[in-house]
């Protein structure tokens, strides 16, 4: 049995690391008169589905995703919400 | 009174955009042996903060500011969530 899980990533930078591109969204807010905005930071979001026996695996999977491609774990921290969307009975 | 609210913005590229680098992550990450995860989309995550006088206001500056900055509304899907972290009283 596998089930399919649909899955959410959010990659940000890490606080203590200087993000220009939102410094950049922040002043360009300022200057058209968004004056009341501010700490704007920029990330990534990525939707994917994967499959895999049961939640544990498809977990264990994405951490390693995330790591090695989505995220850089230098700079960068990530975290994810997935949910169950299907579930395939039968021989695998 | 005006209060800070703390968003979460998603910027999604709409159903019909190809998305390359979506498409290059998913080839990427077979190539890696992960050939269960399909249908990569990459989009953008922003955190910031605003202040407003209420939630309603705080909104339609949050719409005009995804319409004009953070988003391409011709390719790209947007949505917020956001949560109110703080009433600041007095005068204003």
Redesign the interface.
Known sequence: MKSKYQVKI???LRPSVLDPA?TA??S??QQ?G?S?????????????????PNERIARE?LDR?CD???ANPVIENYRFDMREVETQTGIV
Chains 1, 2 share one sequence.
Do not use: C, D, P
């Open positions: 959010f990659v940000t939102g969204v922040e360009g807010l058209l968004y009341t905005v501010e700490q704007v930071r920029i990330g990534k979001y990525i939707e994917l589905n994967i499959t895999a999977n995703i090695t491609m989505l």
